[in-house]
């Protein structure tokens, strides 16, 4: 069984900052649980879900929204499968449940890069913590 654990949400003021992290572990087809990229998804209510940021297992590729390029930043941990999202500058609007996500199958590389955007498959997801902006 796999599991995908967050930490780091909670509430800050506008402008302020938070750190999340996400480990996943278990087993999946008799091995230990690998993935080819990891990502965070957010949902605030009345929403649809969307993602904010991903990575690749090696680092070498990101994906982020538009709404939280130059203030996010996603990040590998030194154990596999760990991942952090660094988020500055948070706005009222950043206010949503944050879910970890992690895919199993090969991206595509497309354009000097992995294809993990939102058009890549996240097949493992964690339970989500809450994220809190208030301005």
């Known amino acids: 069984q796999v599991q995908l654990v967050e930490s780091g949400g909670g509430s800050v003021q506008a402008g302020g900052s938070l750190r999340l992290s996400c480990a996943a572990s278990?087993?999946?087809?008799?091995?230990?649980?690998?993935?080819?990229?990891m990502g965070w998804f957010r949902q605030a209510p009345g929403k649809e879900r969307e993602l904010v940021a991903a990575?690749?297992?090696?680092?070498?590729?990101?994906y982020y929204a538009d709404s939280v390029k130059g203030r996010f930043t996603i990040s590998n941990g030194n154990a596999r499968n760990t991942v952090y999202l660094q988020m500055n500058s948070l706005k009222p609007e950043d206010s949503a449940v944050y879910f970890c996500?992690?895919?199993?199958?090969?991206?595509?590389?497309?354009?000097?890069?992995?294809?993990?955007?939102?058009?890549?498959?996240?097949?493992?997801w964690g339970q989500g913590t809450q994220v809190t902006v208030s301005s």
């Open positions: 278990g087993r999946t087809s008799g091995r230990t649980f690998s993935s080819y990229a």
């Open positions: 990575i690749s297992w090696s680092g070498g590729s990101t």
């Open positions: 996500a992690a895919g199993t199958d090969p991206p595509v590389w497309r354009n000097s890069r992995y294809n993990i955007g939102p058009e890549y498959e996240y097949n493992y």
